[in-house]
Each structure stands twice: as C-alpha cells, then as structure tokens.
C-alpha cells in the first residue's frame, strides 16, 4: 500500500516558494526534535475588527515575551482575502509601512511584552468582512510560532447621521456614501438670511462643484455620474466660511 505521506526531495525542496520551504522546515524540526517550550504568546483577539467603508481599521498585536532572554520575532503575512480596492500593512503606532511589505521584525525583552504593533486595512469603496493570515515565530528557534487571523468588518455609515448643527443650518451626511451614480444630502435651514452651499473638492483642493442650499427645502442631490473614482470631500459653507468637511468616495 501506497503511504500517505510523501517522501521529501530536497532537490523538489529547492524549487518551493520561500513560505512552502519555511513550512517544511517547521515540519521537518518537530518531527525530528519534538516542540520546544513556547516563548512567547499573543493577547487574545477580538472576533472582528470593525470599522466604517473609507476609513483606516488597526488591529493591535501584543507579543509577550515569557521567557528569561531576549527574543526576535518574525511576523509574516501568509494570505488574505479582501477586496481589490483595499490595502492591508503593518504600523508601528501612527507610523504605518508601505503596504508591500509583508513581514516585520520585533525584538522583545525578557518578561516584557510589546505593544507597538499593528495591523491596519483601508476600509476601501465597499462593505464587507475581510480576513488576513499571520504567522509569529521565534527567529532564532522558527518551531516557536503562533498562527492566527485578523478579521475587518466594513460597515456602511448611518445614512441618517447629523454632521452638523447650530443656530443656521442642520445638516445630516451624504448617502449613499460611497456613490456611483448621485447621492443626497438632508438640511434643514433655521435662518433665512444666512447662505449656505456644500462645495466638492478633490484630495489636491480643486473645487470639483458648488450646490446652493436653500431655505425653502431640504435635500439637495449630489451628481457623481461625471466624477472618476475616488476619493473627494465636501464641505459645508456658511457665509463662504466652512464650518465642517468629509469624505464623499465616489466608485464606479
């Protein structure tokens, strides 16, 4: 009988991707020496990191050291499943590394445990649940390793949400936000001596289109049919002073 455990060819070996060779390494380790004690340990995860579509989602790594030396960590990337507009990437606090990069290095002192680490998604054009692969493991003894997922829920925003209010003008966000086609925007002017507008403008700060909004009405109707996909924002003007901006994502 055939056994189910294929023979490994060294020479096959050679010709593997760089993530194939490092899993027979692993394999091959265990088997012939037997799992080491665990040196370090991950804080547990939430189920889901959520976030809203166009935003930045962080999921924060802690990586305790639980042994008495000082330890170095490779934190790779294996696969993930998200969308075609979205970008995933490590960050160390507020500094985040080109999305290209898929693996980091941590060193950790004995009994210590570190923080700085992250993981963030582009919440990107659409809703959604996205799932991402990592692996941990002790760079001087790679059979220490933790393998675990990070999950991003992109939710769309409240389309019924108040951005702004005062004595003039109540305004609620754009919806549907992203658009493809035209959007809306809900308003209530309380002084009829007070002109208000929302202007579109691109990411450089050209002024894309100008909509009046007057008093005897309340929804204007924001087209985006001409507009290439993107991001943009609009800005509430009142008396030619903006008062509140935000994100308008136009997909197509």
Known sequence: MTSPLKRLNFAELHTQTPMRRFLWFVCISLCTSGAAAQSFELAELQENYKGLIGETIKAPLHFKNTSDRTITLVVKKISDLIGGTQKNYFCLDNTCLDHKIEDHIVKIDPNQTFTMLQVALEGGLASGLSSIRYVAFNKTNPTELIEFELNFLVEEKDPVQNIYSSRHITLHDVYPNPVSEHAFVEYKVLDDHVKAKIVIHNI?????EEYLLPPLENKVK??????????????LYIDNEGVVTRKLIIKK
Do not use: E, K, P, Q
């Open 222 to 235: 924001i087209r985006a049919d001409a507009l290439s996909a993107g991001i943009y924002f609009y800005t």
């Open 204 to 208: 450089l700060g050209n002024v894309i």
